[in-house]
Protein backbone atom coordinates (compact mmCIF):
# COMPACT_ATOMS: atom_id res chain seq x y z
CA UNK A 1 0.00 0.00 0.00
CA UNK A 2 1.50 3.16 -0.97
CA UNK A 3 2.64 5.92 2.03
CA UNK A 4 1.72 9.70 1.87
CA UNK A 5 5.01 11.23 2.14
CA UNK A 6 6.19 15.00 2.46
CA UNK A 7 9.72 15.23 1.93
CA UNK A 8 11.50 18.68 2.38
CA UNK A 9 14.26 19.33 0.10
CA UNK A 10 16.65 21.68 1.37
CA UNK A 11 18.44 22.24 -2.01
CA UNK A 12 22.29 24.26 -0.75
CA UNK A 13 20.27 26.10 1.94
CA UNK A 14 21.68 26.65 6.18
CA UNK A 15 24.69 26.62 7.45
CA UNK A 16 24.75 23.40 10.34
CA UNK A 17 23.48 25.30 13.27
CA UNK A 18 20.61 26.51 11.16
CA UNK A 19 19.67 23.54 9.94
CA UNK A 20 20.20 21.61 13.07
CA UNK A 21 17.05 24.50 13.99
CA UNK A 22 15.16 23.93 11.65
CA UNK A 23 15.36 20.41 12.16
CA UNK A 24 14.75 20.20 15.63
CA UNK A 25 11.90 22.97 14.71
CA UNK A 26 10.39 20.56 12.55
CA UNK A 27 10.73 17.47 14.88
CA UNK A 28 8.95 19.10 17.54
CA UNK A 29 6.22 20.50 15.73
CA UNK A 30 5.34 17.59 13.88
CA UNK A 31 5.69 15.67 17.40
CA UNK A 32 3.15 17.83 19.16
CA UNK A 33 0.79 18.34 16.57
CA UNK A 34 0.20 16.29 13.40
CA UNK A 35 -1.71 13.79 13.86
CA UNK A 36 -1.49 11.91 10.02
CA UNK A 37 1.08 9.19 9.73
CA UNK A 38 2.25 10.27 6.16
CA UNK A 39 6.58 9.51 6.33
CA UNK A 40 8.22 13.03 6.74
CA UNK A 41 12.23 13.13 4.96
CA UNK A 42 14.40 15.78 5.32
CA UNK A 43 16.90 16.24 3.11
CA UNK A 44 19.75 18.69 4.54
CA UNK A 45 23.19 19.10 2.03
CA UNK A 46 25.23 16.34 2.90
CA UNK A 47 27.33 17.55 5.48
CA UNK A 48 24.71 18.42 7.67
CA UNK A 49 23.42 14.36 7.47
CA UNK A 50 25.17 13.30 10.68
CA UNK A 51 24.41 16.27 12.58
CA UNK A 52 20.57 16.13 11.45
CA UNK A 53 20.72 12.24 12.54
CA UNK A 54 21.41 12.92 16.07
CA UNK A 55 18.39 14.69 15.91
CA UNK A 56 15.66 12.35 14.62
CA UNK A 57 16.73 9.78 16.74
CA UNK A 58 14.49 7.16 16.86
CA UNK A 59 11.55 8.75 15.86
CA UNK A 60 9.22 6.10 13.41
CA UNK A 61 8.06 8.57 11.29
CA UNK A 62 10.86 11.13 10.57
CA UNK A 63 13.33 9.79 7.79
CA UNK A 64 16.90 11.47 6.24
CA UNK A 65 17.53 11.51 3.05
CA UNK A 66 20.13 12.84 0.77
CA UNK A 67 20.04 15.07 -2.49
CA UNK A 68 22.33 13.13 -4.79
CA UNK A 69 24.95 10.28 -4.37
CA UNK A 70 27.32 9.01 -7.01
CA UNK A 71 26.60 5.87 -9.13
CA UNK A 72 29.95 3.93 -7.93
CA UNK A 73 30.81 2.64 -4.51
CA UNK A 74 34.41 4.22 -4.01
CA UNK A 75 37.53 5.69 -5.86
CA UNK A 76 39.13 8.55 -6.84
CA UNK A 77 36.05 10.73 -7.98
CA UNK A 78 37.05 14.16 -6.23
CA UNK A 79 34.17 15.83 -4.65
CA UNK A 80 31.61 12.35 -5.07
CA UNK A 81 29.52 11.02 -2.00
CA UNK A 82 28.58 7.05 -2.33
CA UNK A 83 25.53 5.48 -1.48
CA UNK A 84 27.15 3.47 1.06
CA UNK A 85 28.13 6.79 2.57
CA UNK A 86 24.71 8.08 2.95
CA UNK A 87 23.43 5.00 4.65
CA UNK A 88 26.55 5.26 6.87
CA UNK A 89 25.20 8.41 8.00
CA UNK A 90 21.92 7.58 8.32
CA UNK A 91 20.25 8.34 5.59
CA UNK A 92 17.04 6.14 4.14
CA UNK A 93 16.55 8.46 1.07
CA UNK A 94 18.06 9.85 -1.77
CA UNK A 95 16.78 12.55 -4.16
CA UNK A 96 17.71 11.35 -8.18
CA UNK A 97 17.34 13.57 -11.32
CA UNK A 98 16.50 16.59 -9.46
CA UNK A 99 16.17 18.67 -12.64
CA UNK A 100 18.43 21.40 -11.07
CA UNK A 101 21.12 18.61 -11.28
CA UNK A 102 19.75 17.46 -14.73
CA UNK A 103 20.21 21.31 -15.64
CA UNK A 104 23.38 22.12 -14.12
CA UNK A 105 25.33 18.86 -13.82
CA UNK A 106 24.29 17.60 -17.40
CA UNK A 107 22.69 14.45 -15.81
CA UNK A 108 21.29 11.90 -18.29
CA UNK A 109 18.35 9.34 -17.80
CA UNK A 110 20.95 6.73 -18.34
CA UNK A 111 23.23 8.14 -15.73
CA UNK A 112 20.41 8.28 -13.87
CA UNK A 113 19.45 4.60 -13.76
CA UNK A 114 22.52 3.64 -13.00
CA UNK A 115 22.25 5.73 -9.76
CA UNK A 116 18.66 4.39 -9.04
CA UNK A 117 19.86 0.92 -8.84
CA UNK A 118 22.90 1.82 -7.05
CA UNK A 119 20.90 3.29 -4.75
CA UNK A 120 18.70 0.41 -4.33
CA UNK A 121 21.72 -2.25 -4.07
CA UNK A 122 22.86 -0.27 -1.20
CA UNK A 123 19.81 -0.25 0.94
CA UNK A 124 18.56 3.25 -0.26
CA UNK A 125 15.01 4.59 -1.28
CA UNK A 126 15.79 6.75 -4.27
CA UNK A 127 13.15 9.71 -4.59
CA UNK A 128 13.82 9.89 -8.57
CA UNK A 129 12.67 12.98 -9.74
CA UNK A 130 10.97 13.92 -13.41
CA UNK A 131 9.41 16.78 -15.03
CA UNK A 132 9.24 18.83 -18.17
CA UNK A 133 10.62 22.92 -18.60
CA UNK A 134 7.75 25.36 -19.77
CA UNK A 135 8.73 24.82 -23.61
CA UNK A 136 8.21 21.37 -23.51
CA UNK A 137 4.68 21.30 -21.56
CA UNK A 138 3.47 24.73 -24.03
CA UNK A 139 4.50 22.18 -26.91
CA UNK A 140 2.52 19.09 -25.82
CA UNK A 141 4.95 17.23 -25.04
CA UNK A 142 5.50 17.34 -21.38
CA UNK A 143 3.58 13.47 -21.36
CA UNK A 144 5.99 12.05 -24.12
CA UNK A 145 9.12 13.50 -22.52
CA UNK A 146 8.14 12.21 -18.91
CA UNK A 147 7.62 9.24 -20.18
CA UNK A 148 10.86 8.64 -21.30
CA UNK A 149 12.70 10.12 -18.07
CA UNK A 150 10.72 7.59 -16.34
CA UNK A 151 11.74 4.63 -19.12
CA UNK A 152 14.80 4.81 -19.25
CA UNK A 153 15.79 5.83 -15.62
CA UNK A 154 13.67 3.18 -14.03
CA UNK A 155 12.78 0.50 -16.48
CA UNK A 156 15.18 -1.74 -16.18
CA UNK A 157 13.95 -2.23 -12.66
CA UNK A 158 12.77 -5.19 -11.27
CA UNK A 159 9.08 -5.75 -9.88
CA UNK A 160 10.10 -5.74 -7.18
CA UNK A 161 12.70 -2.96 -7.27
CA UNK A 162 10.57 -0.49 -8.36
CA UNK A 163 8.06 -1.06 -5.87
CA UNK A 164 10.78 0.27 -3.49
CA UNK A 165 10.89 3.27 -5.78
CA UNK A 166 9.31 6.73 -4.43
CA UNK A 167 8.47 8.88 -7.92
CA UNK A 168 8.30 12.82 -7.56
CA UNK A 169 6.81 14.85 -10.85
CA UNK A 170 8.26 18.37 -10.82
CA UNK A 171 7.84 20.51 -13.43
CA UNK A 172 10.47 22.40 -13.87
CA UNK A 173 8.75 25.64 -14.76
CA UNK A 174 6.84 25.69 -11.29
CA UNK A 175 9.94 24.86 -9.15
CA UNK A 176 10.76 27.76 -7.18
CA UNK A 177 8.49 29.98 -9.61
CA UNK A 178 5.52 30.16 -7.02
CA UNK A 179 4.09 29.29 -9.94
CA UNK A 180 2.01 25.91 -8.83
CA UNK A 181 0.53 23.37 -11.19
CA UNK A 182 -3.18 22.92 -10.77
CA UNK A 183 -4.58 20.35 -8.86
CA UNK A 184 -5.88 19.09 -12.12
CA UNK A 185 -2.76 19.24 -13.93
CA UNK A 186 -0.76 17.57 -11.11
CA UNK A 187 -3.35 14.45 -10.77
CA UNK A 188 -3.59 14.38 -14.62
CA UNK A 189 0.38 13.87 -15.00
CA UNK A 190 0.55 11.53 -11.89
CA UNK A 191 -2.28 8.97 -13.30
CA UNK A 192 -0.03 9.00 -16.56
CA UNK A 193 2.77 8.11 -14.54
CA UNK A 194 0.83 5.40 -12.80
CA UNK A 195 -0.74 4.25 -15.88
CA UNK A 196 2.87 3.83 -17.54
CA UNK A 197 3.84 1.63 -14.59
CA UNK A 198 0.51 -0.04 -14.78
CA UNK A 199 1.69 -1.26 -18.68
CA UNK A 200 5.35 -2.11 -17.91
CA UNK A 201 4.22 -3.82 -14.55
CA UNK A 202 1.04 -4.49 -13.13
CA UNK A 203 -2.11 -2.49 -11.55
CA UNK A 204 -0.79 -3.90 -8.35
CA UNK A 205 3.04 -2.26 -9.05
CA UNK A 206 1.98 1.24 -9.86
CA UNK A 207 -0.77 0.61 -6.98
CA UNK A 208 2.54 0.25 -4.38
CA UNK A 209 4.29 3.84 -5.44
CA UNK A 210 3.98 6.79 -3.62
CA UNK A 211 4.15 9.83 -6.50
CA UNK A 212 4.72 12.65 -5.15
CA UNK A 213 4.01 16.27 -6.47
CA UNK A 214 6.65 19.32 -6.40
CA UNK A 215 7.14 22.52 -7.40
CA UNK A 216 5.79 25.96 -5.30
CA UNK A 217 3.93 23.67 -2.81
CA UNK A 218 2.92 26.12 0.34
CA UNK A 219 0.40 25.51 2.93
CA UNK A 220 -2.46 26.87 1.23
CA UNK A 221 -2.48 24.43 -1.69
CA UNK A 222 -1.05 21.54 -0.15
CA UNK A 223 -4.15 20.02 1.05
CA UNK A 224 -5.84 20.40 -2.32
CA UNK A 225 -2.97 19.11 -4.06
CA UNK A 226 -2.35 16.16 -2.08
CA UNK A 227 -6.65 15.34 -1.83
CA UNK A 228 -5.89 14.22 -5.60
CA UNK A 229 -6.77 10.72 -6.15
CA UNK A 230 -2.73 9.57 -7.45
CA UNK A 231 -0.99 12.82 -5.51
CA UNK A 232 0.53 10.75 -2.08
CA UNK A 233 2.31 13.62 -1.10
CA UNK A 234 5.18 16.58 -1.88
CA UNK A 235 8.36 17.14 -2.28
CA UNK A 236 8.81 20.55 -0.87
CA UNK A 237 11.80 23.42 -1.59
CA UNK A 238 11.52 26.63 -0.24
CA UNK A 239 8.66 25.60 2.30
CA UNK A 240 10.88 23.13 3.70
CA UNK A 241 13.17 25.99 4.84
CA UNK A 242 10.49 27.18 7.15
CA UNK A 243 9.47 24.97 10.05
CA UNK A 244 6.05 26.42 10.90
CA UNK A 245 5.26 26.25 6.87
CA UNK A 246 6.69 23.01 6.56
CA UNK A 247 4.77 21.54 9.39
CA UNK A 248 1.39 23.06 7.88
CA UNK A 249 1.89 21.47 4.89
CA UNK A 250 2.68 17.71 6.55
CA UNK A 251 -0.97 18.63 8.56
CA UNK A 252 -1.97 18.89 5.10
CA UNK A 253 -2.69 15.13 5.28
CA UNK A 254 -4.76 15.57 8.30
P1 LIG B 1 9.97 24.77 -4.54
O1 LIG B 1 9.04 24.12 -3.53
O2 LIG B 1 10.85 25.82 -3.95
O3 LIG B 1 9.25 25.19 -5.78
O4 LIG B 1 11.00 23.59 -5.00
C1 LIG B 1 10.50 22.37 -5.39
C2 LIG B 1 11.65 21.44 -5.52
O5 LIG B 1 12.48 21.60 -6.39
C3 LIG B 1 11.76 20.34 -4.56
O6 LIG B 1 12.71 19.42 -4.95
Known amino acids: MRKNIVAGNWKMNCSLPEGKKLASEVIHMVQDEVQNNAQIILIPPFIHLTGIHSL???????????QNCHQESNGAFTG???????????????????SERREYFHETDELLASKVKFALDNGLTPIFCCGEKLEVREAGNHENLVRSQVDEALFGLSEE?????VIAYEPVWAIGTGKTASAEQAQEMHAFIRNQI?????????????????????????????????????LIGGASLKSRDFTNIVKAFD
Open 161 to 165: EIQKV
Open 56 to 66: IGSSSNIFLGA
Open 80 to 98: EVSAAMLVSCGASHVILGH
Open 198 to 234: ASKYSQGVAEEISILYGGSVKPENAREIFSQADVDGG
